[in-house]
Structures are given as C-alpha cells and as structure tokens.
C-alpha cells in the first residue's frame, strides 16, 4: 500500500460492506489518498469490490478522464480485510451494511474492542436512528452517521449526523474529510430523515394527495411540476425510478417514527402498487408502463377548436394581478370591464391556496362559466399554464378557457378543482416541511438548502423556493388550504409564519 498524505483527515479507512455504498465509500476514500481496507461477511464480496473498482478507474482511462498511473495508485490503496481485526489501525471505519438495527450494533460493538480509543467509528444508515445504534458502545462520544447517496461518487453531498453523545471535533472532522474526497458535507441532528430524506416528504406525498382526489392523472402532474414548477422528473417519474419497494417503506418509517405526524402521511395508492409488484422501472410498470426503459406515454389532449370565443371577465380578487390582464390580453382576449360579468362571458378568477368552488361561492360568480388560472408562477417563466374547472363548470366553457390559454402555442392542462391546483400545493407543502425542520433546528437553513439542492435536484433549494415565491404568498397558501381540506397538514410552520409575517427571507437564520 503507498503511504497516505499526511494532510489526509484519516490515513486509515475501513469499510464494512462490500455492496454499491461500501464501494462507492470506498473509491472516494482511496481517491482522497487514504489507505482503504474493505470487509465483508458474503464470502468474495470485498474481493468482487475491488474488482469492480479495477474496472471503474479503467474506464476513467479509457476514456482520458484519469491517467493511468492515477489508476493504478488508487487500486494500491485497496485491500480486501478477511476480518475485523484487519481494521486494528484505522482511525476511521465506516459501516454500509444491511439496515437493521441488531447486526449495526454487533457490529459496532465487535469493532469498538478492536479499534484504537481514538478511532472514529461511523454508519452510513439512510433511516436507523444514529443514538440508538450507538446506546450500547462504551464510547459513543466517538460515534456518528455519515450518510452518502447512491451511487457515492456522483451524489456530491455527505450528511454528518450528529448522536446524542457525539463529540463537536468528530463531526468537523468527518466534515473536514468529505471536503478531501470532494464532497459537500452538511451537519444534521439526529432526526428521523435526517434532512434530505425528511425534507423529500412534502413532493411524493403531497402529489399522491392530489391524485387521491382525482384532480388530475400521474402524467399531468408530472408534466405541471417539470414544465410550470421547474423540477426536473416529476413526483411519479420520481418513484418510478428509485422504486417504490425503496421509496414507499420510506415514507411509512418516516410517518411513523414522528408518531403519524400528518405532513408525512404515505398513501395508499403506493402501499396497493407495491403490493402488486409496480415497482417502477425495475419491474417493467409502475406508474407507467415501459418498454425497452421508456415510459409509454399517453398523447395529450388536443386543444379544442373553438368558432368564437366568448368575452372574458375577471374576478376584483383576480384583477389585483396585472400580468394576468396583460396576459389576456396579448392572447387576444376581449375583457370586459364591469362591475359584473355579461351572461355570456367566462369567469376567470386566481385563486392562491382556496379552489374555484370557494371563490365562485363566497363572491358570488356564476359557477357554470367559472374557471380559475393558476398565476403563481410567471407567466414568463413557465411552459405550461394549469387551468381548473369547478363541478358546475360548462363544458364549453372549459374548451373556450383552454383555447384561449393555448393560442400562442403554450401548453395548457386543464385540471378538476383542488385548493392551490398542483403547484402552489407541492410547493407550499415542500417549503413549510422544510421550515419546520429549521424551526426544530435539525440543521441549519444553509445547510438544508444546500443538501436537499445536491441530494434531491430540485430547481433551488426548498427555502429559497419560498424566497422565490415570497414567504406571505406560501403562508397564504398554506392558510387557505387549511381552510379548504380542514386537515393539519397544510398548518404552517412556526418558522414560516414569523419569517413571513415579518418580510423575511427563509434562509435568514434565528438571531443570538
């Protein structure tokens, strides 16, 4: 083995676990110029490890992306351990293996009388409590999580979580070390989720809502939230390639380590699919069928042909909103500008957080010409406008709305009625879960957004996704909502309501 940097954080690394995440660890951790030892208790998996690393900087080389002898000093850095013991000198070991509670803290309790005192002992669990599977270490004040995304050396984000016990210098080292392998490390509290997995609730959860009420189909939302929203895989094309065998257990850990908090609620539209073996695209069908790894997709309605379009008149709520005038504007529209709408005239109202029917009842409308636009976000922006319907809404006057909408050439979806349509709910509910996890001061709002940006890939991160939509809009939102589905779910943030009470920005941290 060469000799590691005597900059490195930790010289000597072992890694328990010999599957995806152990040797992904594992490459980072040769790669950063450590000396790496690698276990495993299936018999030739460390062995096929290593292998499998060969192969992986080979194609680096192939393809001019790692010299050679690059190459061929990271797989010197490798060994294969054929027990524990091997691990005597490392000052750092990590665990990737199966995720239960008992075998982590064997585990664990077998490495730490083999281990220096001074050895940091380390678990990559993605759902185990980090305080738990350290209660029967005699040194847990040297324990902590370190939790990498699959597949390890691309996820460019490391959760350091830190126990109940967990010493301040461990955590910064751990911090420091991923900062040599060429990640991001972001410094969490023991929390079930942690943070990117507790700050994921609010997409798939909150979109499995709105289908249960039948407001629109899987491929609508998905193609709402990548085209007016900006998120780059829709909610369902989301599960369908993690797999529901892995994002559906998820969900239901995480509901019920927060004892039923209902922002986590899973859905039983998954527990069914996943009883049927829809797994996504590693059964062949999930939410979509595919063929050959593509989803087969349904055409999109057509936009229909309409002789003559009625005038248009817009609610006083809606009017408030000048790029909406402005958008009929430079479709062509003829507005009419009255206290109260002709009797041939469609209804056009906007609402944020309340659905069509509210709005048409509480001022009155005509229900039957009545449709709501969603303008929250701009019209500039976005490549999809979402229109909704209410249960007296005329048939043609949901035609005449959607070719009105789609007269330049823009994709509209025309959705039934639902308080916030699609997107104002999956965002509201996306930045309140993650204002909540700041409130709880589970980590800090830097570090939140910087985590769920890296380890989830959304647009922004999800607070400076309510800076961008303006916290009062959200709370308004996340009001109404309440109002609507009278269900605690849609209860705002403690963090939320007085940042956006008193004009401040979500990232803004807590004063000393």
Known sequence: MQTPSSSLIFSDVGIVGAGAMGRGIAQLAAQAGSRVWLYDTSSHAAEQARTALDHQWQSLVAKG???????Q???????VAQDLQAFAPCTLVVEAAIERLDIKQH???????????????????????ITAIAARLKRPQRFAGYHFFNPAPLMKVVEVVRGLATEDSVC?????????MGHTPVQAQDTPGFIVNHAGRGYGTEALRIVSEDVADFQTIDLILREQAGFKLGPFELMDLTGLDVSHPVMESIYRQYYDEPRFK???????????GLLGRKSGAGFYAYDNGQARLAPEPAVPEVATLPPVWVSPRAARRPELL???KNLGATLETGAHASAH????????????TTLAAVDRLDATRTLGIDMLVSDEVTRRRVLATNPATRPDMRRAAHALFARDGKAVSVIRDSGGFVTQRVLATIVNIACDICQQGICSPQDLDTAVTLGLGYPVGPLALGDRYDPSSVLEILFNLQTVYGDPRYRP???????GALGLSLLQPEAD
Not at 111 to 124: C, D, F, K, Y
Not at 266 to 276: E, G, N
Not at 345 to 356: E, N, Q, R, S, W
């Open 107 to 129: 585990v664990f309790a077998d490495l730490e009388r083999i281990v220096s005192a001074e050895t940091v002992l380390a678990t990559n669990t993605s759902s185990l409590p």
């Open 73 to 79: 000093a990271y797989l010197a850095r490798v060994s």
């Open 326 to 328: 402005q958008l009929l």
């Open 172 to 180: 910064q080292s751990l911090a420091d070390y991923a900062r040599q």
């Open 493 to 499: 943030s403690p963090w939320l309501r007085r940042r």
């Open 345 to 356: 005239a469609l209804i056009l109202v906007a609402p944020l957080g309340f659905d069509v």
């Open 65 to 71: 992306r790692l010299a050679p002898d690059a190459a």
């Open 266 to 276: 899973p859905s039983v539209i998954t527990a069914q699919r996943l009883s049927a």
